[in-house]
């Protein structure tokens, strides 16, 4: 009836679905979209000794050095791995992952030159960068973030194809009346065009986005066609 809704991000409504045999839910069957509320960026990080300072740089030492080429993330089955897997059949590197239980394991192995590379949130590693801790080669994205506007883009670099969004929407029950989906739009819609909301959700490491309930069920479409791909050549399951 609209009162019980679920705030979920792409991992829970579109890889879940690609890496458990049986999830236990279809996304667009059990759910009705309502409205994507934002969205946020990764970044591809080096450690501050590293020798390379772009994407072309890191993908002339991974040729150089292919045993050294790793890269860790906050887990298996998550988007940053699947981003990292997007980046070396891209570009053409090998890419070892080397998943951790977390972020700040993987941050700390960083910046202290244990693995290559790192692939994560820009939100969380962002201030690591701007304190020399890591390097930030590139941000994903079609155009550069708001809150990192130095930072190049992928696409920018030469590499339109190796491209990821994290985002977070609101779902209601299937089932729900569409008279009750809309106004649960309406509302999230112009929340999200309040700038006190806009500049709060910048500070996080977000963008606001909103969009209406076709839009949302395009995007999961468009994202699980982009992503399911990329999951096979991995090899990964959850099971």
């Known amino acids: 009836d609209g009162t019980t809704l679920m705030f979920a991000p792409v991992g829970v409504t579109v890889l879940a679905p690609l890496v458990f045999a049986n999830p236990g839910f279809d996304t667009l069957k059990d759910f009705a979209p309502i409205a994507q509320v934002a969205t946020f ?24 050095h292919p045993a050294q080429s790793t890269y860790g993330t906050l887990g298996g089955g998550t988007v940053p791995h699947f981003f990292g897997v997007m980046i070396g059949r891209e570009t053409g590197i090998e890419m070892l992952h080397v998943p951790y239980k977390g972020s700040s394991p993987m941050a700390s192995d960083l910046m202290g030159g244990q693995i290559a590379s ?23 994205g079609a155009d550069r ?21 994290g985002w977070i929407a609101m779902f209601a029950p299937a089932g729900t009346p569409p008279a009750t989906i809309r106004l649960l739009n ?13 500049e709060r959700l910048v500070a996080m490491g977000g963008e606001a986005t909103g969009t209406t ?16 791909p990329v999951i096979k050549a991995s090899g990964f399951t959850a099971d």
Do not use: C
Not at 118 to 140: F, K
Not at 149 to 165: C, I, K, M
Not at 213 to 226: K, N, Y
């Open 213 to 228: 309930p076709e839009e949302l069920a395009a995007i999961i479409a468009a994202d699980t066609a982009r992503w399911r």
């Open 145 to 165: 973030a708001p809150g990192a506007p130095n930072l190049p883009t992928f696409r920018e670099q030469g590499l339109p194809s190796v491209e990821a969004l």
């Open 186 to 198: 309406e509302a999230i819609n112009r929340s999200l065009r309040a700038p006190a909301m806009r």
């Open 118 to 140: 790192g692939v994560e949130a820009l939100a969380n590693l962002i201030e690591l960068h701007r304190a020399g801790r890591v390097r930030i080669l590139a941000v994903s």
């Open 41 to 64: 960026r990764y970044a591809w990080a080096v450690a501050p000794n590293h020798p390379a300072r772009n994407v072309a740089e890191y993908v002339a030492w991974a040729k150089a």
